[in-house]
């Protein structure tokens, strides 16, 4: 199969498949850093082979279970949730400090118990557990990824999380409360997981997006695969913005997938064969703005290799007209189509564009230098001055526009007779202490050019010596003196 059919199956593979986004969280949420050799204190969350009664404080009618097939057991018989527990009981100070704050607290024991059944998963260093035991908690920590202690997981009688947490501080009314309110939530998505039965397509969607999302997302993408894929299925033209919830990860890696073999089609194809299949991509990706532009400049470019000068016009027009652009960007480009155009002989036609785009906007700095520049090509120079003044009265703001337009005007007054006219503007910039310092000694050094220009040495080594002496850093200064020095040489020195 040759390359472009290549990379055609991979663009329909990824227009026919729907890929969820599984995101590698890192499920073990350890709040506070383990030190290794805590102290021992002797909680109630011991794990010796059964189901555990915890008995250290006075009336506690409540247990930790350490079989987990007992507890989802029991779970499914009482209609509760099921809290885990994954800790390092006789090491970890914050799952210790836990335990004394909260869980082994009698209040909070007999009230979770109402609602969960409350299971440990305990991997302790100065005491051996069952083997039984040790390889169930292993297998359950493998399972949800638990890289740190203590970690909490909220699940159902389905065996689905839906809740992840670590320590809390406050200690038992603010867990219970929070605990709590998971379990709420969890009661509303299965409401609304109910009700999107009976519904389909958009609305279905829309369902199913609400009652994953009263979960965090990251659970959803996980645990959930299947409504998520079925959502971005049912939303693939992202019309809902259903998609971009929930696929985006997966959807901007595929994006640098087919940029990635857009590049190479362009580099291996014939142009003609690139511009079919550029266009062919275009049509179905929703790029972003600037993966868009890039995607442009590969077929702009695929153009100018036919020399379809028809072609790159389009191509320009398509990357002006986005709406995403910033008016910097979108000033940018018209340049690009204006130089396109006077360099096929169609000067006129790019005066035209630049003075309709000027007429309908405001602050158009960059058209504004351009049109001068224009001018000053066919030596109007009075009109490319005015061209300059007319933008030089907005750029304060934009002093690297500035710039440019201070020494595009200077040269169209040398080109013009009046050098010195232009030395006084370059002065007038580069005593501005407003403007960068940088920018003030590239005003000096254009001044010490055009001196020297026109026969005047001494001068011109005094305007190279102060551009030295504004550079505000040792950076900036080593800069200006090998420009400086390249001055020099230029002019025999």
């Known amino acids: 199969m040759n390359s472009l059919l290549a990379m055609r199956s991979r663009l329909n593979r990824f227009l026919l498949v729907a890929v969820p986004l599984l995101v590698a969280c890192p499920l073990g949420l350890a709040m506070a850093q383990s030190s290794r050799h805590g102290p021992d204190v002797g909680g109630a969350l011991t794990a010796t082979g059964a189901s555990v009664s ?9 247990e930790w279970f350490d079989n987990a097939e007992q507890a989802l057991k029991k779970a499914r018989q009482e209609n509760k949730d099921l809290l885990l527990l994954f800790t390092g009981s006789d090491w970890c100070p914050p799952c210790q400090k836990l335990e004394e704050e909260v869980l082994g607290q009698a209040d909070f024991l007999n009230e979770a118990s109402k609602q969960f059944v409350l299971v440990v998963f305990d991997f302790p260093q100065q005491k051996e ?9 292993q297998q359950w920590a493998a399972r949800f990824g638990i890289n740190g202690y203590p970690t909490i997981i909220l699940l159902d009688q389905q065996e689905r999380p839906f809740s992840i947490l670590g320590y809390q501080e406050g200690g038992v009314e603010p867990f219970l409360d929070l605990i709590g309110g998971k379990r709420e939530k969890r009661i509303r998505r299965d409401e609304l997981l109910a009700g999107a039965e009976e519904l389909s397509g958009e609305k279905r969607a829309v369902q199913l997006d609400k009652a994953l999302s009263e979960m965090d997302q990251a659970i959803a993408d996980l645990y959930y695969e ?4 079925e959502i971005v299925d049912i939303d693939r033209e992202d019309q809902l ?8 990860e997966a959807d901007a890696e595929m994006r640098k997938i087919i940029l990635t073999d857009i590049i190479t089609v362009s580099r291996l194809e014939k142009p003609e064969r690139a511009v079919e299949f550029v266009d062919e991509v275009l049509g179905a990706i929703k790029f972003t703005p600037s993966q868009r532009l890039q995607v442009y400049q590969i077929k702009l470019d ?5 020399n379809d000068q028809p072609g790159m016009d389009g191509v320009l027009d398509q990357m002006i007209a986005m709406e995403e652009l910033t008016e910097e960007t979108r000033q940018r480009l018209m340049v690009k189509k204006a130089l396109s155009l006077v360099g096929t002989g169609r000067g006129e036609q790019a005066m035209e564009m630049l003075d309709k785009a000027l007429v309908q906007g405001q602050d158009q700095l960059y058209l504004w230098l351009a049109k001068g520049q224009l001018l000053d090509a066919e030596d109007r120079f009075d009109e490319a001055i005015a061209a300059f003044d ?3 009265s907005q750029a304060r703001i ?3 526009v500035m710039i440019e337009l201070v020494g595009s005007k200077a040269d169209s007054l040398v080109a013009k007779g009046d050098p010195l006219s232009a030395i006084r ?5 580069a005593d501005d202490q407003q403007m960068p310092s940088d920018l003030r000694g590239i005003a000096l050094l254009h001044k010490a050019l055009i001196m020297r220009e026109t026969d005047r040495r001494r001068q011109a080594r005094l305007a190279e010596n102060r551009a030295i002496e504004v550079a505000e850093s040792p950076e900036q200064r080593a800069e200006m003196q090998k420009l400086v020095e390249r001055l020099r040489r230029k002019f025999g020195e």
Do not use: C, S
Request: net charge positive.
């Open 54 to 62: 915890v008995t250290r404080r006075p009336g506690v009618d409540a």
């Open 129 to 137: 557990l069952l083997p039984r035991v040790k390889e169930q908690n």
């Open 226 to 229: 299947d409504l998520v894929k």
């Open 241 to 248: 913005g259903l998609r971009t919830k929930w696929n985006a």
């Open 302 to 306: 695929l153009y100018r290799r036919m």
């Open 390 to 392: 007319q933008a030089i």
């Open 398 to 400: 934009n002093p690297d």
């Open 425 to 429: 503007i370059l002065d007038n910039f």
